[in-house]
């Protein structure tokens, strides 16, 4: 069975576990983001692009940033997982943020047309996994969780390079 489509999202809020692992779950879920009961991952995208439109980053940021969610948003993922009793769950958001600021590696959105592309091609590389983005949904808890999106980020990263050069 597919994953579920549906805009609803089930929204777990971080009341359960120590005050560590509650701690590692609204990380997770980006604070109010993941209790967003319909798309958060947009939503979650959409405010990344939005703060990065504002206060463009430095690829170093970018990167550094990216990297840095992956280390912190991995476990914290992870444990949200196992106090949500699901895999992957839709209201852990920490992903989107990763990968939508690793979109903006490459090319700092100084425009609000550039952060539009970002934003647009970032979730267009996320829902559609093209290949190998779904295989590294397989890997085990959090790291699986964004593993795929820091990929699709990076292929939107490569993509708002391209465009802009294109577009001149």
Excluded at 21 to 36: K, N, S, T, V
Aim: some cysteine; aromatic content about 10%.
């Amino acid at each position: 069975m597919g994953k579920n489509r549906s805009i609803a999202v089930r929204t777990v809020r971080p009341d359960r576990g120590t005050a560590w692992e509650r701690a590692q779950h609204w990380f997770a879920i980006a604070g109010p983001i993941g209790l967003i009961p319909w798309v958060p991952a947009t939503f979650a995208s959409l405010a990344v692009a939005a703060v990065c439109w504002r206060w463009p980053p430095s690829h170093v940021a970018a990167a550094a940033g990216a990297g840095a969610l992956l280390l912190l948003g991995a476990p914290a993922a992870t444990t949200a997982e196992r106090l949500q009793g699901e895999e992957d769950p839709r209201n852990v958001v920490i992903d989107e943020v990763a990968g939508q600021l690793l979109t903006f590696v490459f090319v700092a959105p100084v425009s609000l047309a550039l952060a539009a592309a970002g934003f647009v091609l970032f979730r267009l590389f996320d829902i559609t996994k093209p290949f190998p983005i779904r295989r590294l949904e397989r890997l085990p808890g959090g790291w699986g969780i964004l593993a795929d999106d820091l990929l699709a980020g990076l292929y939107a990263a490569v993509a708002l390079l391209l465009l802009r050069r294109w577009l001149g």
